[in-house]
């Protein structure tokens, strides 16, 4: 009785061993509701098509670009925008009758998008993110209401992503400090009294008082990367100086061949605009 309980126990193991092996792969937490809707936005082009998830934590971009696919907004636009190694751009609405001279770039719906600016979504290779204009016009870093890039990208090694990192943040401490200044006219008042009648070393001890507020600023704001990030931008690629700047809002699942094709078509060298209008057609898919 015993053995036979014995050889029935190894058998459930056994098969509970195979089960697992080939189970389906776990599901990237981001994906889950794509997954189990079964849903993808498709782009098509003549060189094939990718398909994308979007993601649920930016819920406003994903809204307003799958709202602007069911309305057929993106209907034979062009790809207006591409720079090897780097991204492909569309979306804009002019481009879909424009004259092969036109300047492209401009058009879109006539509202912007809150930014979702996330330190989850990076710009590895196949994100699909929101274009928007520069800060000097758009200090909220709110995104185009239409148009849109694919980073393409390249890889980068671990002392290039620490320098990124060392630069990012000492730009931003810098901004960090610049901003606590102005805001208080009585810091700025004191460290020009002292530079007219202390000197350097006064200014320095002054300065010296006013770190710790200044780091503890900085704190919650200092950019770091996670080392499954850092892993993605050197084994994948992207464009990680992009980062924190523009809302990412999806990513290529399938077709990364197909970006890589669309990235090498020849281009105007001024507008980067391809020589031959490259088309697409966006869908909404079940899979």
Do not use: W
């Not at 819920?59 to 207006?80: E, W």
């Not at 197909?258 to 697409?280: A, E, F, W």
């Amino acid at each position: 009785m015993k053995k036979r309980l014995l050889i029935i126990l190894l058998t459930v193991i056994t098969a509970n061993a195979i089960a697992q092996k080939h189970a389906s792969p776990k599901v990237n937490k981001k994906d889950r509701v794509a997954k189990l809707l079964n849903e993808y936005v498709k782009i098509s082009t003549i060189y094939g098509d990718m398909f994308f998830i979007l993601y649920d934590n930016t819920p406003k971009h994903r809204d307003n670009f799958k709202k602007l696919i069911r309305q057929h907004y993106y209907d034979s636009l062009l790809f207006h925008r591409i720079i090897r190694d780097f991204m492909i751009q569309g979306g804009d609405p002019d481009s879909k009758h424009a004259d092969s001279l036109a300047f492209l770039g401009n058009g879109g719906p006539d509202y912007t998008i809150p930014a979702e600016i996330r330190k989850d979504h990076i710009h590895v290779k196949g994100a699909l993110c929101a274009a928007r204009i520069g800060d000097e016009m758009n200090p909220n870093k709110e995104s185009s209401g239409s148009q849109f890039y694919i980073v393409q990208g390249r890889k980068y090694t671990r002392p290039e992503i620490e320098n990124l990192i060392n630069s990012r943040n000492f730009q931003r401490k810098q901004k960090i400090f610049n901003d606590y200044v102005s805001k208080d006219s009585s810091i700025s008042k004191k460290l020009s009294e002292l530079q007219q009648t202390k000197g350097k070393e006064a200014i320095l001890k002054y300065l010296s008082e006013l770190q710790p507020t200044i780091d503890k600023l900085y704190e919650s704001k200092e950019y770091l990367y996670t080392s499954d990030q850092v892993l993605s931008y050197t084994e994948k690629g992207g464009a990680p100086h992009l980062d924190n700047e523009y809302t990412v809002f999806g990513r290529l699942v399938s077709g990364m061949d197909v970006l890589d094709k669309i990235s090498t078509v020849y281009t105007n060298p001024q507008t980067n605009r391809p020589i031959i209008d490259l088309r697409m057609n966006i869908s909404i898919v079940k899979r």
